[in-house]
C-alpha cells in the first residue's frame, strides 16, 4: 500500500484546508486510516483517525470541533477537513493506515505511512 498525502499549503488564522490521503497498491476499505502531524521541535503527535466502515471516528482534542475526517472507499481516499485553523495546527501532516479496522492512536498500530504535506498556519 502506498499512501500519498496533498492538500497542504499556506492558510490565515481562522481559515480552512482539506487534505488528501490517497492510497494505491490495493484498497484500503478495510483499513482504519489516520492522521498524525508533527511540528518543528516536537514529536509527532495523532490528529484524527476513521475505521474502516467511516462510521466511528476520533480526535484529538486539540481539534476536536474543528477538524472532520471521512473517506470515499470507492476512491481508496480519505479526507481532514480543517476549519478554524489556529497558528498551532502548523505542521507536517501525514496520513498512515492500519490493517486494524478500527486503528488505534498509538503510532505502533500503523502498518503504511504515507509521506506528509505541510500545514502552515499564519497569525
Known amino acids: 500500500v502506498q499512501l500519498q498525502a496533498s492538500g497542504g499549503g499556506l492558510v490565515q488564522a481562522g481559515g480552512s484546508l482539506r487534505l488528501s490521503c490517497a492510497a494505491s497498491g490495493r484498497t484500503v476499505s478495510t483499513y482504519a486510516i489516520a492522521w498524525f502531524r508533527q511540528a518543528p521541535g516536537k514529536e509527532r503527535e495523532f490528529v484524527a483517525i476513521i475505521d474502516w466502515t467511516g462510521g466511528s471516528t476520533s480526535f484529538a482534542d486539540s481539534v476536536k470541533g474543528r477538524f472532520t475526517i471521512s473517506r470515499d472507499n470507492a476512491k481508496n481516499t480519505v479526507y481532514l477537513q480543517m476549519n478554524s485553523l489556529k497558528p498551532e495546527d502548523t505542521a507536517v501532516y501525514c496520513c498512515?493506515?492500519?490493517?486494524?479496522?478500527?486503528?488505534?492512536?498509538?503510532?505502533?498500530?500503523?502498518?503504511?505511512w504515507g509521506q506528509g504535506t505541510q500545514v502552515t498556519v499564519s497569525s
Open positions: 498512515a493506515a492500519s490493517r486494524l479496522r478500527f486503528g488505534g492512536r498509538k503510532e505502533d498500530f500503523y502498518d503504511y
